[in-house]
């Protein structure tokens, strides 16, 4: 086990996260072990896992803007007298719930925390860390820790926005967000740009299909448009057996697919095992009706955001946008993409968004891509990866400028730009 927490710390500082060399790991295996050798944090770290009886404790001090996103939102729950950090995305919702908030790093507090979440946010010496515990793994807790680093960050954008319609912002907020967006700018500047080069389609057979998935898998995670553990890939393909619906595996770390693609039928026959990607029947259904032979589905975070902003703050349907918004949304990207919003939870129960996005994305010719409020973009491709891949690149791109661009206009009291 102690390999994998040196892994998942690695993994933190890869995509930007943590500063390389800082995550902390502690594993409960015959011993205890560490992730690495004379960190400050060790005492309270194995008090912490001891008393919680855990298999895996992170500590881990996130960098950059994301930094100063859960700080902000820390701060802000500690003198409300919350304690706790709300966010308003989908990830969270299904698998975090809400973030508590502990001043002071020691193992009393971390233990009252993790007892009742998987992870917290423990503010100390100015800074914010996060805090997550792994019953049975250090990768448990690799995941917490980056989803609740999303869970900020998008909570910290969508709420300045919403606060701005409100008329709620303060001088002092604004003086925050300023410096946040500038250091935002510099971590973008680490994340490559340009379209990767994506094995070209139509795929001879299905070991070509499989190796383009585990591709395009590993580069929208490099690009950062979704943490490992969330998102999913899939493809149809033909195959000797008959035609095949190839989709990553539900937990499977999207930037490490090899092996972890199953292959189903498309006659309605079920998957082997069930292991299959919970949005099967979503990508199913998108396959069924339209055009596609290919769907990545990321998180990107600015495509998140922008589609949980909205204009209407007295509209009767508020606190059930992300499963039964009534209103038509979208936009229409600098790039010429028509990418509508749809509201939809995670599986198929009766607001499920596999009643939703199919219908989004198949109307009329196919739609490059759609959003599902508060989760993330699905995107088609009606050869390979490659159109899916650049419009996750070109809607987050536009995402992110829109958003600045309404913030702008809010601040100005213009309004916002109107915008199909
Ligand atoms: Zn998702």
Redesign the pocket.
């Given at each position: 086990m102690t390999d994998f927490a040196v892994k998942y710390a690695a993994k933190l500082a890869g995509v930007g996260l943590c500063a390389e060399g800082e995550p902390f790991f502690v594993v409960q295996d015959a011993e205890l072990a560490f992730s690495h050798a004379g960190d400050q944090r060790q005492g309270v770290a194995v008090a912490a896992i001891q008393g919680l009886g855990a298999a895996a404790l992170l500590i881990a001090r996130p960098i950059g803007a994301c930094q100063m996103t859960v700080l902000a939102l820390a701060e802000e729950a500690l003198a409300s007298g919350a304690g706790f950090v709300v966010p308003g995305d989908?990830?969270t919702r299904t698998f975090l719930h809400d973030l508590p908030v502990v001043r002071g790093l020691d193992a009393p507090g971390l233990i009252e925390a993790l007892s009742r979440r998987k992870g917290c946010i423990v503010v100390a010496d100015g800074q914010a860390l996060l805090a997550a515990a792994g019953s049975v793994s250090p990768e448990q807790a690799f995941v917490t820790a980056s989803s609740m680093a999303f869970a900020c960050f998008v909570a910290y954008f969508a709420k300045h926005l919403r606060d701005l319609r409100a008329g709620t912002m303060t001088e002092a907020r604004r003086a925050v967000f300023a410096a946040i967006r500038a250091q935002l700018d510099q971590d973008m500047a680490r994340l490559p740009g340009e379209m990767p080069e994506l094995l070209p389609g139509p795929f001879a057979d299905e070991d070509q299909a499989r190796a383009a998935m585990v591709q395009a898998g590993r580069f929208v995670v490099e690009y950062g448009l979704?943490d490992s553990s969330?998102?999913?890939v899939s493809c149809r393909q033909m195959a000797p057996s008959g035609e095949l619906l190839l989709i990553s595996q539900t937990g499977s770390s999207l930037d490490e697919l090899g092996g972890c693609i199953d292959p189903c039928r498309f006659d309605g026959a079920s998957c082997v095992g069930l292991t299959a990607s919970s949005?099967l029947t979503a990508h199913r259904a998108i396959y069924d009706g339209g055009p596609a032979l290919a769907i990545l589905?990321?998180?990107p975070r600015f495509a998140v955001i922008l589609s949980m902003d909205c204009e209407r703050l007295d509209c009767p349907g508020l606190g059930e946008c992300h499963r039964a918004c009534a209103t038509p949304r979208g936009f229409t990207t600098d790039a010429g993409l028509d990418i509508p919003i749809v509201p939809g939870e995670?599986g198929t129960g009766p607001f499920g968004l596999c009643n939703t996005l199919p219908p989004a994305l198949n109307q009329g010719q196919g739609r490059p891509g759609a959003i599902?409020y508060g989760?993330?973009l699905f995107a088609t491709g009606a050869v390979d990866f490659r159109a899916a891949f650049a419009t996750l690149l070109d809607v987050e791109r536009f995402s992110r400028e829109e958003y600045f661009r309404r913030v702008a206009a809010l601040d100005a009291g213009a309004g916002p730009p109107r915008r199909k």
């Open positions: 989908c990830e979704v969330f998102g999913n949005e589905h990321g998180h995670v599902v989760h993330g």
